[in-house]
């Protein structure tokens, strides 16, 4: 993919799985929720005292794989550090992570749902990528 597929893949709704480094272990995979920004960062959210909160930190470098399970079949990966670690304001950012994925109405009452705790939002520069684009393979 060049950068502009690039981008459109990762602007369309995927679940993404970040991957990172454990002490004495397998790296942990685990499913999340992105938001890109087109030609700069990305970010996702979790709780700083869940297993994957506890292994991020500023410069903690990360993998996300965000994939279309369907034929033809593509990815993007990226690799990069975390350059922040910032709040996370209900209005600002749960809210239109959770519409952009389960849609308005869902998205609301999901997050109505949830017991309140602190998130964080980690922001990393992705720096390698890596992509598969099936469909430019389709024919040939």
């Not at 993404?16 to 970010?43: A, C, D, F, K, M």
């Not at 999901?110 to 990528?129: G, N």
Request: with cysteine.
């Amino acid at each position: 993919m060049n950068p502009k597929q690039r981008d459109d893949f990762l602007l369309d709704i995927h679940v993404g799985i970040l991957s990172l480094n454990q002490p004495h272990r397998g790296p942990l995979s685990t499913p999340v929720w992105y938001w890109y920004e087109p030609g700069g960062h990305l970010w996702f959210e979790t709780q700083p005292d869940s297993r994957k909160g506890r292994l991020l930190d500023i410069g903690t470098r990360i993998s996300l794989c965000v994939q279309d399970e369907k034929p033809p079949y593509a990815y993007v990966s990226i690799e990069g550090p975390v350059i922040e670690i910032a709040e996370d304001d209900f209005d600002q950012h749960q809210v239109p992570m959770a519409c952009r994925y389960l849609g308005e109405k869902a998205g609301r009452e999901y997050l109505a749902s949830l017991t309140p705790s602190e998130w964080k939002r980690y922001i990393v520069k992705p720096e390698r990528w890596s992509t598969f684009n099936g469909s430019a393979d389709v024919g040939k």
